[in-house]
């Protein structure tokens, strides 16, 4: 009998996903009938038996003395498949239902959740929080007052994509997959150290949030992520570099992610970046100016300034979790920082083409607003949510703002309560059509930082570190050098972005991922970010590597 690579997957995977519910009696006899009947997800957009259960929950809140009480409940799946070289190392559909009550008892917060989706205990969870809210010695130090938010009795959303993953199967997803290794691999015999490496994961989940005050609302997040990328190892196994093509996106995507997309085309480029990195030279110590294009400007945007405006750090919330914030205090900074810099503008919105982790309404049930946060390099405004936005009433009368939550809250679930999280922030374009090849032409002594990286921040995120994870290179004298292997630079916050003399127009500008990771317990919160190319002055750059 003569197996296809098609057999092959779909069998593996029959007895992947069996594995998931417990032996099945039809595993041996039908390995594929047991995979297609394995159903983790729960649809919850139009579920009566959902609405009945937050409505329980929050009955027995008002019950229990809650002057306010919100529900969230979710169903979530995803389905991964990971490859190295022509190896499947991973195939697995994970799905998960739960729901958390958050109630205001006497001035003070209380939450619980659970997995048992019932109503009996959706009121049991619901009585917990609220007796948990009235141990909260916080309650007797201040009470929480919640922003006006606008009432949503039947609201429904779904992340806009073309084609739906989940009309496809596991074997489907890793034929992609293993397709998409295998251009690469077709190259190995000529390249030797090249591998491939692939992670390719689909996640849907359904969100029903209701509260006290009369909104019930239902959303559909789909999303697609993870990573594909060219390995080489060096000849002497002492260094290593990796490529992902550019065609490889990730973000508010269906199956169009990986359907038609020409991995083939990219993959003997691909190689030959990698390949570069991998001889590359250590940049030499000194300072430089920097030239990072969008990707590498959305990592440093993310650590040290998206972060650092979120409210909750800003007032200290976070010092022994996420972490603090320079920008405050609120009532010294608020209208009054400056970055010293007019080309530096921060933006929040609620809509970006493809963005990962966007939403109609936010934890809280608001709509989440297009506002500024830095307008000409001052601090104008922060992420802020229902129970923050009060905080800075008087800045809002003063400055004629809508004195409202701007929409900014997110969890990493429904077991954990919410916290401030934005899920689009943009660092807005040069007006004036300025390009990478500007930047380059206009610089004697720089390296050129491109294809991603790492960026990182200090507790209070005052002092950055970043280092250039995809490709490098020298310039001199305006013109493009030598590749240069992972450097690394560090800089203050703000002298950094003061430091920013030349800002990338449109035509420089995209988006990629970001998040935010904070709470106890903790969460990992994802988000979009995006941002043009820009150079800066003077950076220090070093490297971690050591030398021979």
Known sequence: MTWSRRDFLRTGSAFAAAGLVGLDGRLLADPLAAARSYRPFRPLLDDPDVRAIAMAALDAAKAAGARYADVRVASGITRTTIA??????????????????????????????????????????????????????????????????????????????????????????????????????????????????????????????????????????????????????????????????????????????????????????????????????????????????????????????????????????????????????PEEVLGQYDFKNPMLNVRATGEAPRAGGMYRWDAEGVPPADYPLIREGVLVDYFTTREFAPHMKSYYERNGLSQGSRGTAGSGGSVVTQLVAPSIAILDPNPEDVTIDDMIAETEDGIYMHRGGFGSVDPSMLNISFTGGGMAHEIRDGELGEPVKRPTFLARTPEFWQSMDMLGGAGTFDWGGGGTFKGDPFQQIGRTVGAPAARFRGVNVFTYRRRS
């Open 84 to 329: 190295s070289d022509r190896r499947i190392s991973t195939q697995a559909i994970q799905g998960s239902l739960h729901f958390g009550v958050r109630v205001l008892v006497e001035g003070a917060w209380g939450f619980a959740s659970s997995t048992m989706v019932t109503e009996e205990e959706s009121a049991r969870v619901a009585r917990l929080a609220c007796r948990q809210a009235s141990l909260n010695p916080w309650g007797s130090k201040r009470t929480i007052e919640l922003a006006p938010a606008p009432v949503v009795e039947d609201g429904k959303w779904e992340t806009p994509i073309d084609i739906d993953p989940w009309n496809y199967t596991i074997q489907d997803q890793l034929e992609l997959q293993v397709e998409a290794n295998e251009a690469i691999m077709k190259h190995a015999e000529k390249y030797p150290g090249v591998g491939s490496f692939s992670w390719f994961e689909f996640g849907k989940s359904d969100v029903v949030f209701a509260s006290s005050e009369g909104s019930y609302i239902a959303q559909r997040f789909h999303g697609f992520g993870n990573t594909y990328s060219v390995q080489v190892v060096s000849e002497d196994r002492m260094d290593f570099a990796s490529s992902t093509p550019l065609s490889f996106k990730t973000g508010g995507y269906g199956w169009e992610a990986i359907q038609g997309i020409p991995f083939a085309q990219d993959a003997e480029q691909t190689i030959q970046e990698a390949l570069e990195m991998v001889g590359a030279k250590d940049p030499d110590v000194g300072r430089y100016d920097v030239i990072l294009d969008a990707s590498a400007v959305s990592s440093v945007f993310n650590s040290s300034i998206v972060n650092a405006l979120e409210y909750d750090r800003v007032l200290g919330y976070e010092m022994h979790a996420g972490g603090t914030s320079y920008l405050s205090p």
